[in-house]
């Protein structure tokens, strides 16, 4: 067989453990992006509250609140990329994030540091004392830390919240979640993209994890949308094409034929060869 067909902007792949698992270099990659971005008086509070985080065990739940207070909320990326910006090979895309998330990320990352065992689990209690904000930068570190499934409850309630970008920091660019979800709950993540208008290109490893069952459901989903006069995004036919059932190349093809723009024609030929494979 030969290799899958891919669409130009699909970024998802597999997650460079050995580079995450390095606790020292995540954080100095982190610190060089995050920097330049503060003023003198956030650097200067970034420092401290990263100190006291390294050596104290209660450090992190006083500070973590207060960042955005000392940071500012600005993009953490003076220039983001179509393509994505990662923190290095293989680590989390950081277009989506601020200044406040990555300096919390740095706290999260400290305390980790501090103590190894156990990283995950305090994540994941933060999690739940913190507010909407606070909780997006604890999904955010999570890919960052040492490896486990401590911090899934946390990416179990983001994936039902009803805030967009709370749900979107559990699934898209979060390899966390790519990577511990089972495959009922990764589903219903992508499926729920979808719905909310949220790009499958955005989700780590999705076609790694695609399976029959997740392309069934997206083509159901198609077929109804489709059924009641609504419009579809593109991107979702590569992914159904990668285990097509039953009538995809006609719908496609039928896709095609009825003209779509530039973009939408480039990701439909990418599913079209596919499902003809």
Known sequence: MGSVPRASWWRSGSINRSSE??????????????VPRLSEAARTWLAAARAETGRDGSALGRHFPTAARKTGHAVLLASPSAEGVRLFPGGPVLDPWRVDEAARVLLLLEDARR???????RANDLYFVSDGRERIAVLRGLALLPEGDAALPAVRDALRANAADL?????????????HLPDDLFNQAVLKCAFVGLRLGRIERVEERATPELARMLFAYVTEREHAGRSVGADLWPLIALHPPRGTVERIRSRLAAGADPDARRLLEVALARAER
């Open 21 to 34: 698992l390095n606790l020292p270099a995540s954080i100095d990659a982190l610190e060089a992006r995050l």
């Open 115 to 121: 103590e190894t065992a156990g990283a995950l689990g």
């Open 167 to 179: 749900f979107a920091a559990a699934i898209c660019e979060n390899g966390y979640g790519s990577r």
